[in-house]
């Protein structure tokens, strides 16, 4: 059962771009930057994205993250993947697992722990994190 959450992230999808086109799959990658709260902590992110959308309405995805507290003292890097379903609205929700890496400071807790990632980004760019630990 997964455990409590450790974050709430909003990015806003700032750049889209289409990577490759073969038959029914179409690769995007989507850029985006926000903040949010993690492990308590205010905070900022830049994400990369990269999809293959899939004709019957389904993505796979990869995801990478740079978080960094707002006071610029802590960063942790997340890589991730999740599987998604396109709504008829444009609107996408993925879910997935994160793992992080933090050299020292407020986010080395989360170093060798999976986090259960769930995200939605509406037909507008804008994304919705929550992350929790598995």
Not at 61 to 74: I, K, M, P
Request: glycine share 12%; charged share 20%; hydrophobic share 40%.
């Amino acid at each position: 059962m997964p455990g409590g959450q450790v974050a709430r992230i909003r990015n806003k999808i700032n750049s889209t771009r289409v990577v490759d086109v073969d038959n029914d799959v179409v690769l995007l990658e989507y850029s985006g930057t926000g903040g949010g709260q993690l492990l308590g902590n205010s905070v900022t992110d830049v994400a990369t994205h990269v999809s293959k959308r899939y004709a019957d309405g389904t993505e796979t995805a990869t995801a990478r993250f740079v978080v960094t507290s707002e006071s610029g003292r802590d960063q942790v890097v997340l890589l991730g993947s999740a599987a998604g379903v396109v709504g008829a609205d444009g609107a996408v929700s993925f879910k997935g697992v994160l793992t992080a890496r933090a050299s020292a400071g407020e986010f080395a807790e989360l170093n060798g722990v999976a986090l259960l990632a769930e995200a939605t980004m509406d037909a507008d760019g804008m994304v919705t994190h929550s992350w929790r630990r598995f």
